[in-house]
């Protein structure tokens, strides 16, 4: 059974601030990782995703993955109120389905 | 580039009732997925349709079944539905082509209700 836990929320920042933005996963064979960001009513937007150990840089986002210790972190820098959203964490296997978790409420305030 | 669609975007049926959904992916994508999401939940795997075939399925009952055209796009039908099955229905189009790094591109979806 595969397993996506994210951080409980809902997760509110002050503008500006840093949001971060956890997951870990049980299946130790899943290789690649995707950050959805979700909006109130609307379908889930993909923002990055990550298959090697390390960081990833894009723009404002980064994603963190460690696969032994099967977790991947998102990090938001200079959080604006546009940012306010649910955060879905997803992992795919060798099959090409995504797994998701519950996901995880973010609120910027400005 | 038109991105994925899916119709109907509101669709509200009884239960016992047979709905059917439709997805158009993304040009140049030629695997179809198909997610239910209920409300304050993430979105969960029904199946994939790949050359016209079912190529994966998720947890689901046989009363979800799918159909996968020759120019890619794709159905899903759902039979006797539930008041459980109030959700919404994600499409989502990728390519096999792709990298390993496959990625899936979602549609608007379809907010069905039971009543």
């Known amino acids: 059974q595969k397993e996506v836990e994210q951080n409980s929320g809902p997760l509110s920042v002050p503008e500006g601030a840093i949001a971060s933005l956890n997951c870990t996963y049980s299946d130790r064979g899943s290789q690649s990782f995707f950050w959805y960001r979700q909006y109130s009513g609307k379908s889930p937007e993909l923002i990055m995703f990550i298959y090697s150990n390390g960081d990833k840089e894009d723009g404002r986002f980064t994603a963190q993955l460690n696969k032994a210790s099967q977790y991947v972190s998102l990090l938001i820098r200079d959080s604006q109120p546009s940012d306010s959203a649910t955060y879905l964490c997803?992992?795919?296997?060798?099959?090409?389905?995504?797994?998701f978790g519950t996901g995880t409420r973010l609120t910027v305030i400005p | 580039d038109a991105g994925v669609t899916q119709s109907p975007t509101h669709l509200i049926k009884t239960r016992g009732q047979q709905v059917t959904l439709r997805c158009s992916p993304k040009?140049?994508?030629?695997?179809v997925s198909w997610y239910q999401q209920a409300l304050g939940q993430g979105p969960q795997f029904i199946f994939q349709y790949y050359e016209e075939e079912e190529r994966q399925r998720g947890n689901f009952p046989d009363r979800f079944s799918g159909h996968q055209f020759p120019n890619y796009s794709s159905e899903l039908n759902v039979n006797a539905l539930l008041l459980g099955d109030s959700a919404l229905y994600l499409c989502?189009?990728?390519?096999?082509?792709?990298?390993?790094?496959?990625?899936?591109?979602f549609g608007p979806g379809t907010r069905l209700l039971v009543l």
């Open positions: 989502a189009s990728s390519s096999l082509e792709a990298t390993q790094q496959e990625t899936q591109y």
């Open positions: 040009s140049g994508h030629d695997t």
């Open positions: 997803a992992l795919q296997t060798g099959a090409n389905n995504l797994f």
